[in-house]
């Protein structure tokens, strides 16, 4: 058991893994508005009528954005929200999808992780700066760490 005063080593954070980008390099984000300007600036912007989610193809974007309103599970609730297919409907429905994207690609992650530093050769704690990049306690050294490391359950 930790005594109290490294209690503060079992702390989590929250960051957000794009939807689109998980099976590859994952793209991380410490704040969703920063998930949000990333989907749309590279996967919204290459839109040709695919549906990102299950692959399905159309003849134009009024295809897609029917298919949209079809599916009700929610990955395709995340990607309505990220495709801007709300825009015209009432605040209520914005605030549901909003909900739903925010809770589909929140991740919690370790705020602090013990590992052999390569610098200074000691096994000591690291801390999380941004996305997954920590740096070492005692020598200031940074490294980026896997998401399969550092994701808590």
Request: some cysteine.
């Amino acid at each position: 058991m930790l005594s109290s005063r490294f209690k503060h080593y079992n702390e989590i954070d929250v960051v957000y893994v794009c939807p689109y980008c998980r099976n590859k390099d994952p793209f991380i984000a410490d704040k969703f508005f920063g998930l949000t300007a990333h989907v749309k600036r590279i996967h919204v912007k290459n839109n040709d009528c695919k549906c990102p989610v299950c692959g399905a193809t159309f003849r134009s974007p009024l295809g897609l954005h029917r298919h949209f309103e079809a599916m009700n599970d929610a990955d395709h609730l995340t990607a309505k929200f990220f495709y801007g297919l709300n825009q015209h409907r009432n605040s209520r429905l914005k605030q549901m999808l909003r909900t739903i994207a925010y809770s589909n690609t929140k991740t919690y992650v370790r705020r602090w992780i013990t590992l052999k530093c390569p610098n200074c050769n000691i096994v000591t704690f690291f801390m999380r700066i941004k996305r997954l990049i920590y740096r070492c306690k005692k020598c200031g050294y940074t490294i980026e760490i896997p998401l399969s490391e550092v994701k808590v359950i």
